[in-house]
């Protein structure tokens, strides 16, 4: 059974950090693409940061040099740092992961985790 255990959200003041932390099961997390989306009430969900089964990592333009996505393939888990958190912050943050099986995409997402940023 795939499961994505999401972990980590909560309410911080802006200026201050969060660690956000997905654990999966249940599928190949060595070889996944794991990624961290958000999503505001009454907007899109939208890419925060991902990082390749080889560690290479992209980001979304709004976090740049505040956010740090890592992964810990032992634990099968991947971290969202966030740090200078900004009020902007503020959404349901979701996991996901995503292989291609056979060349077809194949995607999981976590349940998700609330980050509210106090001003």
């Known amino acids: 059974q795939v499961q994505l255990v999401e972990s980590g959200g909560g309410l911080v003041q802006a200026g201050g950090s969060l660690r956000l932390s997905c654990t999966g099961s249940g599928f190949d997390f060595n070889s996944t693409t794991m990624g961290w989306y958000r999503q505001a009430p009454g907007m899109q969900r939208d890419l925060v940061a991902r990082i390749t089964s080889g560690g290479i990592t992209n980001y979304a333009d709004a976090v740049k040099g505040r956010f740090t996505i890592s992964r810990d393939n032992a634990k099968s888990t991947v971290y969202l740092q966030m740090n200078s958190l900004k009020p902007e912050d503020t959404a349901d943050y979701y996991c996901?992961?995503?292989?291609?099986?056979?060349?077809?995409?194949?995607?999981?997402w976590g349940q998700g985790t609330q980050v509210t940023i106090s001003s």
């Open positions: 996901k992961a995503h292989q291609l099986r056979n060349g077809l995409p194949w995607t999981w």
